[in-house]
């Protein structure tokens, strides 16, 4: 009988379809047709499969059954009830599961109590975004108030400086090897290297410039995550906003640093008075199965989202503005060359000069 690996889960798109293979972190693009097989022949011998079809389908069911005994994603057993599905809920003892930090003088003023705060959540993943020059001494600062935290990771992003080295950047990670990866943005050049032997650090180099907040929100294949836990997430949260907490330069308490909406400064709230609102966790509960044209998408599953630059800003579960892929013809383009999001673009340039000027 024919048994999926249940680390191997399939996703069906408009024209084609995908299966993850959630052990090696990989995708393998298959025809509509063979997700179907998946879906609901599972449990059947390989001749009540092939009964379905005429002679000239079952050469094609063939190739189809080879493929996925080639790439290990299924295998044939007479007991099948000896391999149950893995439970596929998705569970967290955490209130947060990660955050970003804008530096600024909130966060110099208040990392200690931040950092405590995002513990006592649960917090497991922290991102430090700078989009200013800011001074060794100060990152040092950010860097060792989380040293002795239960956060597992951390990424930091900072604009070039000339007069930091990159033993330097090695140092913040010797201090705190929660430090997995430090990009440097405005850089002179494009360039990466690991700074430890286990290749636990990552320091990147890239001459593209993050200025602000605005710089975010991309949809890319390089961004796509064929995990388990992003898989069993995204069935009923927003691959992006879940569990999501940020505080802004200004101190602001957001979803999302590009999100405008404030929920209180961290001056005079809590975080967790905050991201246990309804309000709040709202923005958790959009999933890319209620997201139009993401819900008929193959990558809707491995893809990251954004809510806060959409296609239609007065629709919230419109299609991410900075999305290239249409799933209708399987083909990727240029996103900001596209007319159709011409309107938007200018809305939200617009909305950034007015901001800028009150």
């Known amino acids: 009988m024919l048994k999926l690996f249940d680390h191997c889960i399939p996703v069906k798109g408009f024209t084609r379809s995908i299966i993850c293979d959630t052990q090696r972190n990989q995708f393998d693009f298959i025809p509509n047709a063979l997700f179907d097989i998946l879906s609901k022949d599972q449990g059947k011998t390989a001749n009540e499969i ?4 005429t002679r000239n389908q079952i050469e094609i069911i063939d190739d189809y059954l080879t493929f996925l005994e080639n790439k290990n994603y299924v295998f044939w057993t007479s007991e ?3 391999f149950p ?3 596929r809920s998705f569970e967290t003892p955490s209130v947060i599961t990660n955050a970003i930090i804008e530096a600024g003088q909130y966060l110099l003023k208040n990392i200690d109590s931040i950092i405590d705060q995002l513990d006592d959540l649960g917090c497991k993943a922290l ?6 020059p ?4 100060d990152i040092e600062k950010i860097t060792s108030a989380s040293s002795l935290s239960k956060i597992r990771t951390i990424h930091i992003i900072l604009k070039h400086n000339e007069h930091i080295s990159s033993s330097q950047y090695k140092s913040l990670h010797e201090m705190n090897p929660r430090i997995r990866s430090i990009c440097i943005h405005s850089s002179p050049e494009d360039r990466q290297e690991s700074l430890d032997f286990s290749g636990n650090l990552t320091l990147s180099f890239t001459s593209t410039t993050v200025s602000s907040e605005k710089c975010c929100g991309l ?15 995204s069935q009923e949260n927003n691959s992006c906003l879940n569990r999501k907490v940020a505080i802004t330069q200004q101190g602001n308490i957001t979803n999302c640093p590009s999100m ?12 967790r008075d905050v991201v246990t609102e309804d309000e709040f966790q709202s923005m958790w509960r959009i999933r890319k199965d209620q997201v139009k044209v993401c819900q008929d998408c193959e990558f809707r599953h491995i893809c990251t989202d954004c809510r806060a ?19 209708y013809n399987g083909k990727w383009e240029d996103w900001s060359a596209n007319p159709l999001k011409q309107k938007a673009i200018e809305y939200y340039d617009l909305k950034t000069i007015t901001e800028q000027v009150s």
């Not at 405008?260 to 975080?271: D, Q, Y």
Request: proline letters at 9%; hydrophobic letters at 25%; glycine letters at 4%.
């Open 50 to 53: 092939k009964s379905n079809y």
């Open 80 to 82: 099948p009830h000896l």
């Open 85 to 87: 599905d893995i439970d």
């Open 127 to 132: 991102e430090i975004r700078a989009y200013n």
């Open 134 to 137: 800011i001074d060794f001494e």
């Open 219 to 233: 949809i890319h294949p390089n961004y796509f995550t064929p995990n388990l836990h992003a898989l069993i997430e």
């Open 260 to 271: 405008n909406h404030s929920f209180g400064c961290i001056e005079t709230k809590t975080i």
């Open 309 to 327: 630059y959409v296609e239609d800003p007065e629709d919230l579960h419109s299609k991410p503005l900075k999305c290239g892929y249409d799933p």
